[in-house]
Nanobody, 122 residues
Framework: VQLQASGGGLVQAGDSLRLSCAGSGRTFDNYAMGWSRQAPGKEREFVAVIKRRGGSTYYADSVKGRFTISRDLAKNTVYLQMDSLKPEDTAVYYC????????????????WGQGTQVTVSS
């Protein structure tokens, strides 16, 4: 069971990026999926989550209105569209999956993907 994240990069403040996270080894239809991030010297923090089979989404206050999470069940993939990026969004972004949505919110999911670096310059 594996989650493979991609799409990170170096951008300027105000730019957009789209992260992708593809699952393999099983289907994640019955899993909530989401994203967390970790900046240098800081603890990993929750960013966004989407319920199993899509539908309801939840966001950290710091990204609400700028980031959008979505998923494609057919592709076993979750996305994070990041708009109006700020330097404080700079971090390694990790995708996550868990049958229980709350576990992603509290950053203790069953499955972690590897991180993808997002750097936003001012």
């Amino acid at each position: 069971v594996q989650l493979q994240a991609s799409g990170g990069g170096l951008v300027q403040a105000g730019d957009s990026l789209r992260l992708s996270c593809a699952g393999s080894g099983r289907t994640f239809d019955n899993y909530a999926m989401g994203w967390s991030r970790q900046a240098p010297g800081k603890e990993r923090e929750f960013v966004a989550v989407i319920k199993r089979r899509g539908g309801s989404t939840y966001y950290a206050d710091s990204v609400k209105g700028r980031f959008t999470i979505s998923r494609d069940l057919a592709k076993n993939t979750v996305y994070l569209q990041m708009d109006s990026l700020k330097p404080e969004d700079t971090a390694v972004y990790y995708c996550a999956a868990d049958p229980v949505l709350h576990q992603i919110v509290v950053v203790t999911p069953e499955v972690w993907g590897q991180g993808t670096q997002v750097t936003v310059s001012s």
